[in-house]
């Protein structure tokens, strides 16, 4: 989805711009990598920069309610200091590195959910103009993807993915805000857990896996959170589908894993007013994992509709090209 908007601080005649990703998902800690098309207008112009921004749609809770909106999340400067002649076309490639918490918006080609965009600004003869909106996919990476496999052959079902703005306490979380993953519960938890919420907080030496459980109340108790978290390396080789049984496990049962450091206390409450206590096992090692297979396609992403997904992504960009307009 490209959108060629007229640069508006500079009336009619001013250049045009269009960023062009090439194909196929970036991952995070990845390369994203495209052009940005210019075509000179009715005069000649000094390009001073043309910036990109990472934007993402995010929640967030708060004493009246709860509200969305777009937030930048990262921004690069791929090219300016340059004369852009009377209808003149020129391209401008760039490739950037994605951060490594951005999130995952789809998986085995299916979207799920999660709206995230590249934004173009250029800055002309002092003036800027946020001047085209592209959609940015990403898909996971191995190990996030062997994690997300291995809940779908363990019965798991794909409930929605959101972001929620917040930090997570006692995690190496970065980014403002962070992905939540709600799965419903394979039939063997049914009757312990309404929902499990899986975020990855990826890095350069490996992802952090944060589970959260909410738990069924007893005939004597009522229902209350339960989450733990797990480090694991990018090129670990494990048996994923019993590790992530024993993460289950010890969430349900709310107990620590072998080695794990142990941080109750020094959480936080976030905007959904769960407490957030740091629970860490230390980084496995191993070879790359394999693309995952079939599974979790049909075990997980199976509830998501697409052309849902396509309509949501087509309101956030239209959303946010009236707003520059009215701030224009």
């Known amino acids: 989805m490209v959108f060629k908007r007229l640069l508006g601080s500079l009336g009619v005649g001013g250049p045009t711009v269009d960023t062009v990703l090439d194909p196929g998902p970036a991952l995070p800690g990845g390369a994203l990598t495209g052009q940005v098309r210019l075509r000179g207008g009715g005069a000649d112009f000094e390009i001073e ?29 791929v090219g300016g200091g340059f004369r852009l002649a009377e209808g003149e076309e020129r391209s401008v490639p760039f490739s950037v590195t994605l951060p490594w918490e951005t999130p995952v918006t789809e998986l085995y080609g299916q979207a799920l959910g999660v709206v995230l965009g590249v934004r173009t600004e250029l800055s002309v003869a002092g003036a800027k103009d946020k001047g085209d909106l592209d959609q940015l996919a990403v898909g996971p990476l191995p190990v996030q993807e062997a994690v997300l496999e291995a809940l779908g052959q363990l019965g798991f079902g794909f409930r929605s993915a959101d972001l929620e703005y917040g930090r997570i306490g006692g995690t190496g979380q970065r980014l403002p805000f962070y992905q939540e993953i709600e799965i419903t519960p394979s039939p063997r938890y049914a009757h312990q857990v309404n929902e499990i919420e899986v975020t990855f907080l990826a890095g350069p030496a490996g992802v952090e896996v ?87 396609a049909v075990g997980v992403v199976g509830g998501m509709v697409a052309a849902e997904v396509v309509d949501e992504v087509g309101d956030f960009f239209e959303g946010e090209g009236e707003n520059e307009d009215e701030e224009g």
């Open 210 to 296: 944060v589970l959260e459980a909410d738990k069924r109340g007893g005939l004597f108790s009522g229902g209350h959170d339960a989450l733990t978290s797990f480090t694991v390396g990018h090129h670990d080789s494990r048996d994923w589908n019993a590790e992530v049984e024993g993460w289950i496990e010890r969430l349900v049962e709310h107990r620590a894993p072998h080695g794990s450091h142990i941080a109750y206390g020094h959480g936080h409450d976030d905007q959904h007013g769960h407490r957030h206590d740091g629970q860490r096992s230390g980084p496995g090692v191993g070879t790359a994992v394999a693309a995952g297979a079939a599974g979790l």
């Open 49 to 77: 920069s043309i910036t990109l921004e990472l934007v993402a749609r995010v929640e967030a809770e708060h004493e009246e309610g709860e509200s969305e909106g777009a937030v930048t999340f990262e921004r690069f400067t």
